[in-house]
């Protein structure tokens, strides 16, 4: 209770109060702020084919020892396995504090030590970056050479597009 009664008696308390009510309001409305944070979560897809086989096949012999070796990995939120006639498909969703870089070798890594029958491709091991892929993707097709529609995409409709792009901002 001292210390509420020095509180109420001292004015210089009430103007400390008020100050750090002021520099809270001043620094809130300072504060960062990010209007689109980065929520894609670090996926890596492996993809492995043995031609001829059925899916039956490719269940046993290629998706099963995929999913056990990746399965060991550190971090990993979903793991989707698919089994087609002739190829497999292993998605590896890991969590967002997750490099997508150091994930993508631990998966190589896993992957490499698999034991596949003879006849398999060598599996591929590729990262799914959102923000590489493509937001606007625009189709030209014209009863004209292609150096002509060449020239009209650039300079009728790219142009057009990169000015817009560049008020916008």
Do not use: H
């Amino acid at each position: 209770m001292k210390l509420a009664d020095v509180s109420v008696r001292l004015p210089c308390s009430r103007m400390m109060s008020a100050a750090l009510i002021i520099l809270g309001w001043f620094s809130y409305r300072e504060l960062g702020l990010d209007l689109m944070p980065k929520t894609d979560y670090p996926t890596v897809t492996v993809g492995a084919s043995l031609p001829g086989a059925s899916a039956e096949e490719i269940e046993t012999t290629v998706t099963k020892p995929i999913e056990a070796a990746v399965n060991t990995i550190n971090g990993i939120d979903e793991l989707r396995c698919s089994s087609s006639q002739g190829s497999a498909r292993c998605s590896v969703t890991f969590v967002l504090e997750r490099e997508i870089e150091a994930a993508t070798q631990d998966v190589r890594d896993k992957v490499a030590t698999v034991r596949f029958p003879r006849d398999t491709d060598p599996p591929s091991v590729t990262k799914i970056d959102p923000d590489s892929s493509p937001i606007l993707t625009i189709v030209v097709f014209a009863k004209r050479s292609p150096k002509e529609l060449t020239q009209i995409a650039d300079k009728q409709i790219k142009q057009v597009l990169e000015t817009v792009q560049t008020s916008a901002k």
